[in-house]
């Protein structure tokens, strides 16, 4: 059995508008994995994908050597407790105090007792420099505390694979900054697989070993993140640098 995800000829269509276009890709276990890509070039919706919450027109993902694509339900509810996502925004419940958001998971998903979800999620918090949040509720917070708080509820389930959506969007630049370090030191003290989807590039080069460029629905670039600085020409160069006098299309 294959340890990690990986993707084969992975199509995905709304309507007339085609957002992947036969995506290809292997992610290894323990590895940390950055998606690039403009907006909307179907990075978040690889997630989705990823996890079920979107089905797939055409081709197969595979997580731990299992097929996702064709699961039923319960068989994805199951195979998702293995995955920790944070959003954007962050995804906090505005009526739950922090440390009841951080350990949602938990009371969701197991039989723990409350004493013991609660130690759980203090333990996270902690581990995410929040060790006084507990009792705030999300807006009390600042943008940056919130996105520690949604990191906290990620690693509290102690998951196999955390995914990333745009992490430090909206954050200033010393926030961002903070962000990207804490989500390297977690995946050195946990062991997870990141995958990681951005356009921030100094995101990227924090956190990412290796590097997948998505454009028009196709991974058009992949490799580590050394291959990627040193690239001296053609789109990853482009993206990175930011050039729009490129050629945008063919891009």
Known sequence: ??????????????????????????????????????????????????????????????????????????????????????????????????????????????????????????????????????????????GGMRKRASLARAIVTEPDYILYDEPTTGLDPITSDAINRLIRQLDDELGATSLVVTHDMTSAFTVGERFALLNHGEVIFEGTADEARSATEGPIKQFIDGDSTGSIDSF
């Open 1 to 142: 059995m294959a340890d990690g995800i990986t993707i084969k000829n992975l199509h995905k269509s709304f309507g007339s508008l085609v957002v992947l276009d036969g995506v290809d890709l292997r992610i290894e276990r323990g590895e940390q994995r950055v998606i690039l890509g403009r907006s909307g070039q179907g990075k978040s919706v690889m997630l989705k994908l990823i996890v079920g919450l979107l089905e797939a027109d055409q081709g197969t993902i595979e997580v731990d050597g299992e097929l996702v694509t064709g699961m039923k339900r319960k068989q994805l509810y199951a195979m998702r407790r293995r995955f920790s996502m944070v959003f954007q925004g962050g995804a906090l419940f505005d009526s739950m105090t922090v440390l009841e958001n951080v350990g949602l998971g938990l009371s969701e998903h197991t039989k723990l007792p409350t004493s013991e979800i609660h130690r759980r999620a203090k333990r996270a918090l902690d581990m995410v420099e929040l060790p006084d949040a507990g009792e705030s509720l999300p807006a009390e917070l600042s």
